[in-house]
């Protein structure tokens, strides 16, 4: 089992910047399988959407609506994820989850955190 917690939401104008953080607990071996970590959000009556991810080698990707603006890093030894997120719009505002993607059986199993809210106001 994986637990995620996120935080760092909140509301912030437009052009402004917030930086969420993912924190992954659980025992070593449920930790030591997850693969890759990342963000996505989900905004009302939308689906849900990638917003970027990190590996454990440290590759990223970015949507491309992101590209430029955000960053996704990873720091191991905290086993924590984060997302700093800049020259924010008002389109950017959505829950965002963190998602934790494990190697622990096979084909993979996924952890959700329970999501963090990113208000943008115009």
């Known amino acids: 089992q994986v637990q995620l917690v996120e935080s760092g939401g909140g509301l912030v104008q437009a052009g402004g910047s917030l930086r969420l953080a993912c924190a992954a607990s659980?025992?070593?071996?449920?930790?030591?399988?997850?693969?890759?970590m990342g963000w996505y959000r989900q905004a009302p009556g939308k689906q849900r959407d990638l917003v970027a991810t990190i590996t454990n080698g440290g590759v990223t990707n970015y949507a491309d609506s992101v590209k430029g603006r955000f960053t996704i890093s990873r720091d191991n030894a905290k086993n924590t994820v984060y997302l700093q997120m800049s020259s924010l719009q008002p389109e950017d505002a959505a829950v965002y989850y963190c998602r934790a993607h494990t190697t622990i059986v096979r084909g993979g199993y996924d952890y959700w955190g329970q999501g963090t809210q990113v208000t943008v106001s115009s």
């Open positions: 659980g025992s070593t071996g449920s930790i030591n399988s997850i693969s890759f």
